[in-house]
């Protein structure tokens, strides 16, 4: 999966020290997840109705 020009970033409620993950959504089709502590390690990809499926549920909603 070709992730260039992804543009990640982190819950405006992350901690300070980093502990927590990225999400790239700005790419058509495709969504990158990634550890915030190993920007370089692999990532995880799902499709948007995917992730909006996950977050969905993680709210409660």
Do not use: Y
Request: aromatic share 6%; with cysteine; net charge positive.
């Amino acid at each position: 999966m070709e992730l260039t020009g992804a543009t990640w970033r982190k819950s405006t409620r992350s901690g300070t020290q980093g502990d927590c993950v990225e999400v790239a959504d700005n790419l058509p089709g495709v969504v990158g997840i990634r550890d915030s502590k190993d920007p370089t390690g692999p990532v995880l990809t799902f499709s948007p109705d995917s992730w909006r499926a996950f977050i969905t549920h993680a709210k409660g909603r």
